[in-house]
Each structure stands twice: as C-alpha cells, then as structure tokens.
C-alpha cells in the first residue's frame, strides 16, 4: 500500500495528485487530502486520517508520499519508510511560500527522502525508491529536552 499525505494547508494539491493518477502504480493508494478535491480512478481518497490512524496507516504502507511538511517527513521517517516528497509551490497556489522547496531539498541532500522535483515522473523516482536505502533518521528530540531541563534548573537556582 502507497500511503500519501497532503498536509492540513487549505490550498489544494492537485498537480501531486495528478501525478500519481498518471503513474504505473498498480497496487492500492490511500490519501488524506484534507481540502484537496479529486476524483480518481485509483486512489482511495479520504477528507482527514485522525493521528493514531494516520501513526497505523504509515506503519502499514511500504512507500509513503508526501508533501513537504516536517511533521509529515519526520513521521514517516520515524516509522522507517521510504519517503517520496514533492514541495507544494506558491507558483501554483499550493502554498503562501516556498519554504517545503528548501525543507525538501535539505532532507534530500542529506540521504533521508527522495525528491519528486517539478518535471520529474513519479514513475522515475519510484524506480530509483526500488535501490533506495535512506539515511537512519536520528530525532534530536531528547537532546533538546535534557538542554531545556538543565537551562530552566539553571535559571531557578538564580532566582
């Protein structure tokens, strides 16, 4: 099962949508469109997947496409997946900015994802997903905590 994530934003996501319609996926897709209309002929498409769901789907999913939204990436990172990523653009009102263009590149060029780049076919990076083997992803989640406890003790013994 191919699981994709479009994010929360309120702009539609369309052009990856389009994408996978006219790739050679042959086996199921679940999305969470969230305000994304479509009609496919292939894709299972649901409104919103709640976070436990959402934590069961991506562990069940073999390859896990998304937008190019941290937690999104994190996530399916987290459960050990293998992660295709396309940024949504303001170009094409997808988003308010860019920011998913860098956030994207940088998880690419680390090792961590692959990229699905303006006029590259999903079908092209699905075939490079077959000899992917992703960079473990490493939170730092537990560093910045044990940093943030020792700052607040540091700053109650002053006062």
């Known amino acids: 099962m191919i699981l994709v994530i479009l994010g ?3 702009q539609d996501f369309k052009r990856l949508l389009d994408e996978i ?31 436990d769901e ?26 050990g997946k293998i992660v295709i990523t396309c940024a ?13 263009i860098e956030i994207v590149r940088a998880f690419s060029d680390a090792g961590y994802i692959l990229e699905l780049s303006e006029g590259e076919s999903l079908d092209e990076v699905l075939h490079k997903a077959a000899e992917f083997r992703p960079m473990k992803f490493e ?7 044990n940093k943030l406890k020792e700052t607040m003790i540091e700053l109650l013994e002053i006062i």
């Open 54 to 79: 959402m934590e069961k789907q991506i562990r069940q999913a073999r390859i896990v496409i998304t937008h190019g939204g941290t937690g999104s990436i994190i996530q399916a990172l987290q459960a």
């Open 8 to 10: 929360t934003q309120r």
């Open 88 to 100: 949504r653009m303001k170009k094409y009102g997808e988003h308010v900015d860019d920011h998913q």
């Open 139 to 145: 939170s730092n989640n537990s560093h910045f905590v």
């Open 21 to 51: 319609e006219h790739s050679s996926i042959n086996e199921e897709i679940l999305v969470q469109a969230v305000s994304t209309d479509y009609i496919s002929k292939k894709m299972n498409i649901v409104p919103f997947i709640p976070f």
